[in-house]
């Protein structure tokens, strides 16, 4: 990509988009364009295809969707399927009418099948039934990674998925009933600790293992993909390990210095129960991650701990 290339980041105000716009301005990139959803309705056909002959991007990174955490996922599931499958059919056939040179089409670890076998390997995709939980947000985006995958084959259109593994970051939801389980601990915890509340409710049994990386991170392994990777398929970015929930609420109640009780709400639900990625073709290809999950979770609170 070339710094003066017109790039456009769908999404650029969430925690994924906003984190590879950084990532783009670090590396000079001078000709970025970004919407904001009310400017541009990502859901409306004419207003996208509009949008697109006027900018004429060179390079689009698909950072826009709707995105939750597990309660969002299971209350708002029309929602999950139409918007997202709106949203990533308007851009990608969008961009292939417009002649774009390459887009990366951001997905989730949670198009793997419910109990697929660990680590998580990419070619595990449709081998199985999904998490019921996120059914239709997964439904979504592998409807992503199939558009990308025909338009690749039908068109010749340079168009690749990736498939990051539960984020954190700057920009993140805190919303207690949307949000996803590391944003919920660290509110939950620095409420308590605050109002010297006697002990914090964490959903589930905590037994469950996730696997976390930093927006940051995720953002270089996008600039990093988006010059060299470009194939069929999809491609895992993650951490190659993961944490049980019980401990992760361990280490966010250690890093915001709370000392009371956890107690569970055992009415919440648990997921699936493992979800660690194998990230041996990313490393193959030559990116690693480089901010541990206690260095990236501390540096999270410090920035939104005056905000909550
Ligand atoms: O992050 P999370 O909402 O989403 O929940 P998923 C992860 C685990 O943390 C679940 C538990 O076992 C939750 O029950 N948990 C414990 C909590 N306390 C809390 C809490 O206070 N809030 C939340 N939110 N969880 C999502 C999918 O699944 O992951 C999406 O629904 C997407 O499709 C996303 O793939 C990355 O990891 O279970």
């Given at each position: 990509?070339e710094?003066?290339?017109?790039?456009?980041?769908?999404?650029?105000?969430?925690?994924?988009?906003?984190?590879?716009?950084?990532k783009?301005?670090?590396?000079?990139?001078?000709?970025?364009?970004?919407?904001?959803?009310?400017e541009?309705?990502?859901?409306?056909?004419?207003?996208?295809?509009?949008?697109?002959?006027?900018?004429?991007?060179?390079?689009?990174?698909?950072?826009?969707?709707?995105?939750?955490?597990?309660?969002?996922?299971?209350?708002?599931?029309?929602?999950?399927?139409?918007?997202?499958?709106?949203?990533?059919?308007?851009?990608?056939?969008s961009?292939?009418?417009?002649?774009?040179?390459?887009?990366?089409?951001?997905?989730?670890?949670?198009?793997?099948?419910?109990?697929?076998?660990?680590?998580?390997?990419?070619?595990?995709?449709?081998?199985?039934?999904?998490e019921?939980t996120?059914?239709?947000?997964?439904?979504?985006?592998?409807?992503?990674?199939?558009?990308?995958?025909?338009?690749?084959?039908?068109?010749?259109?340079?168009?690749?998925?990736?498939?990051?593994?539960?984020?954190?970051?700057?920009?993140d939801?805190?919303?207690?009933?949307?949000?996803?389980?590391?944003?919920?601990?660290i509110?939950?915890?620095?409420?308590?600790?605050?109002?010297?509340?006697?002990?914090?409710?964490?959903?589930?049994?905590?037994?469950?293992?996730?696997?976390?990386?930093?927006?940051?991170?995720?953002?270089?392994?996008?600039?990093?993909?988006?010059?060299?990777?470009?194939?069929?398929?999809?491609?895992?970015?993650?951490?190659?390990?993961?944490?049980?929930?019980?401990?992760?609420?361990?280490?966010?109640?250690?890093?915001?210095?709370?000392?009371?009780?956890?107690?569970?709400?055992?009415?919440?639900?648990?997921?699936?129960?493992?979800?660690?990625?194998?990230?041996?073709?990313?490393?193959?290809?030559?990116?690693?991650?480089?901010?541990?999950?206690?260095?990236?979770?501390?540096?999270?609170?410090?920035?939104?701990?005056?905000?909550?």
């Amino acid at each position: 990509m070339e710094k003066s290339a017109r790039i456009y980041i769908a999404g650029h105000r969430g925690m994924v988009g906003s984190a590879i716009h950084r990532k783009l301005l670090s590396e000079g990139f001078t000709n970025i364009i970004t919407r904001t959803s009310s400017e541009l309705d990502l859901r409306n056909q004419q207003a996208v295809k509009d949008f697109f002959a006027a900018e004429k991007p060179d390079y689009v990174f698909l950072a826009a969707a709707k995105v939750g955490g597990i309660l969002a996922n299971n209350t708002y599931r029309g929602e999950f399927l139409y918007d997202n499958l709106m949203i990533q059919n308007n851009i990608i056939h969008s961009a292939y009418e417009n002649g774009v040179k390459k887009l990366l089409f951001l997905g989730s670890s949670c198009i793997y099948p419910k109990l697929a076998p660990q680590p998580l390997k990419e070619e595990y995709l449709l081998t199985g039934e999904l998490e019921p939980t996120n059914e239709p947000y997964a439904i979504a985006k592998i409807a992503g990674i199939k558009l990308c995958d025909a338009y690749r084959s039908q068109y010749g259109c340079d168009f690749i998925s990736v498939m990051p593994t539960n984020l954190y970051g700057p920009n993140d939801n805190y919303d207690l009933n949307k949000s996803h389980v590391l944003p919920a601990l660290i509110r939950k915890f620095h409420e308590a600790k605050k109002n010297n509340a006697p002990s914090v409710v964490m959903w589930g049994t905590g037994t469950p293992r996730r696997e976390f990386l930093h927006a940051d991170d995720l953002a270089d392994a996008c600039y990093f993909l988006m010059q060299h990777y470009s194939e069929p398929g999809l491609v895992n970015i993650g951490v190659g390990d993961d944490i049980p929930i019980k401990d992760l609420a361990l280490l966010v109640k250690k890093i915001v210095g709370y000392e009371g009780e956890i107690e569970h709400d055992l009415s919440k639900p648990d997921g699936t129960p493992r979800k660690l990625m194998d990230v041996s073709k990313l490393h193959s290809l030559g990116w690693k991650h480089r901010i541990s999950l206690e260095e990236g979770i501390r540096a999270v609170y410090e920035e939104v701990k005056g905000k909550l």
